[in-house]
């Protein structure tokens, strides 16, 4: 087991109400839980996404805290939150790594597994 480790899973969710398909505006809600399974606290510092939708566009977004909390995560604590995303077609993925600081001032990086965003009418 690494002294230094969290483990993220994601759900995600179409956002009709908040899309405008004649716009080429598709909203997704991505809900992440983040659990510190490695020995030390530590604290999420930031986070950098990678969007990327059918047509190879990619979106970079990078910024402090996830949805403003820098949780500081104590071995075996978890937490989740909601955030959003809109890409200009019906499908498209995200992934990205957070970057986080332990107590004892190690600084690492949790990667964020790659997911799909998609429109629940064009699963197969």
């Keep these: 087991m690494s002294q230094y480790a969290f483990s993220v899973t994601v759900r995600t969710q179409h ?14 809600a991505y809900t992440i839980h983040i659990r510190n399974t ?9 986070r950098h ?3 990327t939708d059918s047509d190879n566009k990619v ?11 820098q949780p500081l995560l104590r071995p075996g604590e978890e937490f989740e939150y909601t955030s ?12 990205g790594e957070y ?4 107590e004892d001032g ?5 990667e964020i597994p ?7 009418r064009m699963l197969h």
Excluded: K
């Design 38 to 46: 490695g020995t030390v606290p530590a604290q999420l510092i930031s």
């Design 15 to 28: 956002l009709p109400d908040q899309s405008a398909p004649e716009r080429n505006s598709y909203a997704f």
């Design 49 to 51: 996404w990678i969007i």
């Design 114 to 120: 790659e997911f799909a965003l998609v429109l629940p």
């Design 84 to 95: 959003w995303a809109s890409i200009p077609t019906p499908t498209g993925t995200m992934r």
């Design 59 to 69: 979106q970079e977004v990078s910024g402090l805290g996830v949805v403003g909390p």
């Design 99 to 102: 970057f986080c600081v332990a």
């Design 106 to 110: 190690h600084r690492f990086e949790v």
